[in-house]
């Protein structure tokens, strides 16, 4: 059987190759891809700017683009096969999850990858959601490491709003919602945020020092992916105290 995988061959330069599939073993599924999400992190890559590794030490690390190379990590998709030692998963399950080279047309992968059934959903399946939940997920439990009071979020886009909701179903009493586009702020207000601020028609700096009475913001997340947005969190965000020092 055949794939025809999305091939980085040089800098903006994207070949759709046809490859023979392996066959599979006994602990494989074989995937139809239905949908692959597009993550910030496919754009270094096919602009020939970096890419990310793995370390020996076992973490992440920025490296050179070594071509051809394949994009996509945000995968649902559709078992059209299963070996004959798989338990999890059946003929015609809808999956989603996180494994590399994506953008294909099929894909063979274990069972005990990082993938799992989708549940019966009241919207298209193919929408690539659980990637970026697992994404907030781990940002919430970073949050909420220490106790938090008043919590941030710079950035009101859908990981900034879903991050929002799960702040607010963890039981933060207090988020503020900062972004520059007023639409977005009132959809925060929705999703959970109790304060708001668009930090190009305010100071916001002045604002959140206002909100949380001096004390500035306990937690925050940083979602925009900007430098700008960044340097807007930095400055928000409370600084420990230590012995002596204010």
């Known amino acids: 059987m055949k794939t025809l995988t999305a091939m980085v061959t040089g800098p903006e330069k994207i070949e759709f190759v046809e490859q023979e599939l392996p066959s599979l073993k006994d ?3 074989l995937i139809r891809i239905d949908s692959v999400g597009l993550c910030h992190t496919d ?4 602009l020939g700017q970096q890419a990310f590794g793995i370390s ?13 190379c394949t994009l996509g990590h945000e995968p649902v998709g559709t078992i059209v096969e299963i070996g004959r030692n798989v338990t999890k998963f059946s003929v015609g399950d809808k999956i989603s999850g996180n494994f590399d080279s994506a953008f294909t047309t099929y894909r063979i992968v274990s069972e005990n990858n990082l993938i799992f ?6 919207f298209d399946y193919r929408l690539c959601l659980a990637e970026p939940i697992g994404c907030v997920i781990n940002i919430i439990n970073a949050c909420l490491t220490e106790p938090v009071e008043y919590a941030g979020v710079v950035g009101c886009g859908v990981m900034g709003l879903m991050t929002i909701a799960g702040l607010k179903a963890a039981g933060v009493k207090e988020i503020v919602a900062i972004d520059v586009v007023d639409e977005k702020l009132e959809l925060a207000r929705k999703y959970g945020a109790s304060r708001t601020v668009n930090s190009i028609k305010e100071n916001l700096v002045d604002k959140v020092y206002e909100i949380t ?18 340097e807007s969190a930095c400055s928000v965000i409370k600084f420990p105290r230590e012995k002596g020092l204010l």
């Open 27 to 29: 602990d494989e599924v």
């Open 43 to 46: 754009l270094p890559r096919f």
């Open 56 to 68: 020996k030490e076992g973490y992440r690390k920025v490296q050179c683009v070594q071509y051809p």
């Open 117 to 122: 059934k989708l549940p019966q959903l009241p």
């Open 213 to 230: 009475e001096g004390r500035f913001l306990d937690s925050i997340v940083e979602i925009t992916g900007s430098l700008k947005g960044l």
